[in-house]
């Protein structure tokens, strides 16, 4: 899950993309690079680690111009320590394009292949995002007609994209001496938003991944940028926008509402935070259901994502709420970090209980999910050490039993708690008394009641049904032997697929 930024302005733009990442941080902590447009020049700086740490005030005063664009990435494809693999990208032909862009590639070494073969393009690093960039901009250099490039040609160049392209993506980019064109995968995957900013009698134009970044840059939205379309604005501001797909459904990947986007954001016409507290109020209809003589003395959200939809649960059951955990917030987020040991170690860097409301009382514990499970563990047990008695565990998303390819790092079942286990073993083995998850149905309409609108999104993490219909038991397959082989050589990454594939063997992935 990767956070992009795109803007057409009236005056320098690089404090403005600065801002507009530090809003975006928490979809990305791996690298950030803002790109800027000058004339027909671009100005780049990008670096490993968190916004603050990459610009400095001599990288800022670089990046002149009107027009930019701007990334915060969080590898899910390619490597995590390989800076060359930072965004945005750059090829410098047809007239220099830069690119960046949120999600993940299902075909990627199919286009590898043809990029190589075929459109005599070489890709530079194991990035999926430089491919994109190359397909777009072979398209652009087909469709050039002598020294000129047309809108028709650029929105051309986006159709054959969708055609040549499965998976998830939303994309900003520019073209050198031209302007800036932002679209989004035919499905609508992942979020992209269109907001507008009078300035000295003139509009700016911005795009992102979440609406919040554009309400603290002081943009008004305007609505998302849909399904298959492409905008392009013009370096002097002009907009033009286009369907460039035949078949487009909205589509949006439901754990943006659970976990990833922030609760101040508006994703396809839905509040981010009315979805969680709906959320809050079908998970406890679900505790009320399957736990009808449970005895809980108080409920306690697990910080940040969880809050909204476990102060409604407390609400709806008629239970004290309580925040058990003080979170220290110069701590990143675990989900994000590599690794189950950093993982683990930094929980009790990231959390401390506050004793006394623990002492002799039984807890319901609120997440927003359960992916590896480690941090669940070691909240649980946190719990204990302060002296609960009993700690029952809630999840406002469902169980997470499949690997996710569309931009959200959980590709192996072996990685994934849930995977081969009832919820009882779960229970057990994160050491709490009983745990509860949200039905599927159930966060569908929680969604749903916010935006009427939507009714189809992207669940493949929960029931393995994968909505652009290529990702087949192979693929995933090749996926989880490729991260096992990294962790643990060839042989150990063979017998562990092995040794899984026995354990979901009855389980239908696609």
């Known amino acids: 899950m990767c956070g992009i930024l795109g803007v057409v302005g009236q005056s320098a733009v690089n404090q403005l993309l600065y801002d507009g990442l ?8 791996d690298a950030a690079g803002i790109v800027t447009a000058s004339g027909k020049t671009f100005h780049m700086h990008k670096g490993s680690g968190m916004v603050r740490d990459v610009f400095r005030t001599r990288n800022m005063r670089s990046l002149q111009g009107t027009a930019g664009i701007a990334h915060v990435r969080y590898p ?9 693999e930072a965004q945005p990208f750059y090829v ?3 007239f220099g394009i830069v690119l960046a862009h949120n999600g993940n590639l299902t075909n990627t ?5 043809d990029m190589f073969r075929h459109d005599l393009r070489h890709i530079n690093t194991s990035s999926d995002s430089e491919v994109l960039l190359n397909v777009f901009a072979h398209e652009i250099a087909q469709r050039v007609e002598g020294y000129e490039l047309s809108v028709d040609a650029v929105f051309g160049a986006v159709e054959e994209v969708h055609r040549r392209v499965k998976g998830a993506y939303a994309v900003v980019a520019m073209i050198a001496g031209y302007g800036l064109v932002a679209f989004r995968d035919p499905n609508g995957i992942r979020p992209l938003v269109m907001g507008v900013h009078a300035h000295n009698g003139k509009t700016e134009t911005m795009f992102a991944s979440e609406s919040v970044a554009l309400d603290c840059s002081g943009f008004e939205l305007l609505r998302d940028v849909e399904p298959g379309e492409a905008v392009f604005v013009s370096f002097d501001g002009d907009v033009h926008a286009r ?3 035949g078949a487009t459904r909205r589509a949006p990947c439901l754990f943006e509402y659970v976990y990833f986007a922030r609760p101040d954001s508006v994703i396809d016409g839905a509040s981010v935070y009315l979805s969680r507290i709906a959320m809050g109020a079908k998970l406890a209809d679900k505790v009320r259901r399957v736990l009808p003589e449970i005895d809980i003395d108080v409920v306690m959200p697990i910080p940040d994502t969880s809050r909204p939809s476990a102060l409604q649960l407390a609400n709806c059951l008629g239970l004290p709420y309580r925040e058990g955990f003080i979170k220290n917030r110069y701590i990143g987020r675990t989900f994000i970090m590599p690794g189950q040991a950093v993982r683990k170690k930094s929980v009790r860097q990231k959390l401390n209980p506050v004793a006394s409301e623990f002492k002799g009382r039984n807890v319901m514990l609120v997440d927003d999910s359960i992916v590896r499970g480690t941090t669940s563990k ?3 047990q946190m719990a204990r050490d302060a002296g609960a008695k009993k700690v029952y565990f ?3 998303a469902p169980a997470v039993r499949f690997p996710n390819v569309y931009g959200i790092d959980m590709p192996t079942r072996a990685e994934l708690l849930a995977t081969g286990r009832s919820e009882q073993e779960i229970a057990r083995e994160i050491g709490a008394d009983a745990v509860i998850y949200q039905d599927l149905s159930a966060l569908m309409e929680a969604v749903h009641s916010v935006n009427p609108n939507l009714s189809e999104f992207e669940t493949s993490c929960f029931d393995g049904k994968y909505i652009t219909g290529d990702i087949s038991q192979a693929y995933l397959d090749a996926i989880e032997c490729s991260r096992l082989a990294a962790k643990a050589g060839e042989e150990d990454a063979s017998a562990q697929l092995i040794d899984l594939n026995l354990n979901v063997a009855e389980q239908n992935l696609i």
Not at 22 to 29: D, S, T
Not at 76 to 84: D, I, R, Y
Request: hydrophobic content about 40%; aromatic content about 0%.
């Open 378 to 380: 070691e909240i649980v």
């Open 243 to 245: 369907q460039c797909a």
């Open 394 to 396: 809630a999840s406002a």
């Open 22 to 29: 530090q809003v975006l941080q928490h979809r990305g902590q």
């Open 76 to 84: 899910t494809a390619g490597s995590a320590t390989c800076l060359a």
């Open 109 to 113: 070494d199919e286009l590898k292949a």
């Open 92 to 94: 410098n032909s047809p």
